[in-house]
């Protein structure tokens, strides 16, 4: 009897030495959170009225870095997004847009710094499989970061990452005003209490110009996201992005560290390795970008569905991100290598896919030696 | 013939002692408070989640939230009541000292320690069921979701309560109840932050893959959660990860059932 516990007591120890291995094999295997890891869902779950009654609690970490921007990007003021209390509580309306006077939109407004898009609508309906016309704007080098970046962050980032740390700019929302989270003094019923919150908090008149400041400060919180949950795979696409936005070599080089970091622990998240290569690109290390291109088109035509249709695990993010890292890659392989080489590998991944409507414009226009292809006009724009 | 009865006793008489002590420990949790109150709370998140479809729910990204968040609350409470349930278990015998009556009995310490497992596995598992009708039922589906996936996420919740429930019993054995109770609950909702910030800081350094190692030994409890890959509409997992997962769940319950029972054995009560 004492003999079998023996053994039951060494197997027990034996098996616990070893039980490192099952959690090790694990973390290769990670689930994904589906459609709920997309900006347009955590906007949208975000801005919902049910979300404002929790306030910030909220579930995952890319809620909070998403509130944290937010706030940040705002010098530190709550405003209340995308909701008016008021008019749900007078007409039922749940879910309002920032109120602007009547007639005002991006085709009457004179004001040339105001940026119709500030509201972080993400114009993602548009029908991938389809429209070759959507794509018009995918011929460039420049173009194709571009689409990466605005699915990737907010127009206020990218206005923001302008900024360099300590400034600050003020933007006129005197036509188009959000109400901040602590009311103002005449809609605030708590009296004192509310005065007191209004001069500790950070808070500013809503009527008055909104105050951004630069985005660095917001890098801590993308760093300990990611030491937190190293599969938070966003953290490391914008926490590099921001890096790469300082424009100085050392930070550059800094963003490169960061997103490699990312590809060590996601090996398999195609978008890493594109923005791998586009800060490559921006260090002048166009050898190594296209291999990181090449790998993300790799990786991600693995994981693309074969007709390219959305779904809860390939969103038109997705669908952006790799048409960005197949077209770089042809782009770049026809600037290095020349038109045969670029065709070869555009048929090849073409061979790969069922459908792919911006790769069929790439190729016809590869195939007609005389004339111009449409993206060589632009093919060496600077990112 | 019945002189060798008694000498080998059936395969059901070592278990009875098991059952009668899980059904023991089964009653006095129901008469104990902490359940009511996460019902309650449970109750709050219904209530929310009825307001919110006589309103009326914006879009389905919220319905998805608003799922997402009733299933998060009954995972996280139903782990709450079988940490709390286990973790009570033998330093309550010990106070009261009701622990000595009941070894007096012909009912081993492994008996005891696996009845009491059990029960806690068992409360764990019925304190999921209610949340469920709370939390699930209620809840809006505005997108598609896998049921496959939910049942999946169940069984892995099952599978993570053996494991708390072991834990809990072994811990209890030196550690104060109130310590033991604070220091579990950080091991099961935050061990996968504590690890990712352990591994982090040490990628890249020389030491990166003896802390990948040595970081395996806290139990990771994120691998148990389907709930955000259900509410985000992703495919049932693969038989290779399901059965992976399973089997994590199994080698950690039996290596701390058997520490607990080791330490037991040994402890003078």
Known sequence: MKATARVASAAALALFLVSPILPLQLSTQTVGGGRGDSVEAAEQRNASAFAIILGEFRTNVSDMIFIKTERYLDSGIAYLPHINTDAMAQSGEIETRRRQPAGHDATTCTDPSHHHDHDHDHDHDHDHATSETDHESTDSVAALQRQVEQGLTTAKMREAAALKPGETTGHDHTHEFVDTIIRTAEKDFRGFIGHLERRVKPWRDPRLPHRHTAGTELLPWYRLATMSNPQFVRGYLIGAWWLKKQRTEEQTLEALKFIEEGIANNPNAFQLHLMRGHILRALKRDAEALQSFRRAADLGIAQRPPDGKEGPTWT????????????????IERDTKGREAALTLAREYRSRMETFPPLDRVIRSLEQPTQTPQGNANASDSP | MSTDSAAIPAPES????????????????????????????????????????????????????ILDLGLSLCVVFSQLVTLLTAARQIPDELEARTLHPLLAKPVSRGQCL?????????????????????????????????????LQALVLQVAAFCVIAALALLSSLFIPKMLNMVLLAIIVFKSSTIIGFLQARAAGTALEDVVRWLTGYIPDFSHFNLVQAYTGGVEPVGFETFTLRLAYAAVLSTIYLAAAVWVFNRRTV
């Open chain 2, 14 to 65: 070592s278990l009875r002692p098991v059952a009668l002590v899980a059904r023991a420990v089964v009653l006095e949790t129901v008469r104990r408070r902490e359940f009511y109150v996460l019902a309650i709370f449970m109750g709050i998140f219904l209530a929310g989640a009825l307001i919110a479809e006589i309103v009326g729910i914006e879009n389905p990204a919220t319905g998805t939230f």
């Open chain 2, 114 to 150: 696996m009845g009491k497992w059990l029960a806690s596995v068992f409360v764990g598992v019925f304190a999921l069921g209610v949340m469920l009708l709370m939390g699930w039922v209620p809840a809006p589906k505005m997108e598609r979701y896998y049921d496959l996936t939910l």
């Open chain 1, 316 to 331: 038109s993010y997705n669908e952006d991100d790799i048409t960005a890292a197949i077209l770089l890659s042809v782009f």
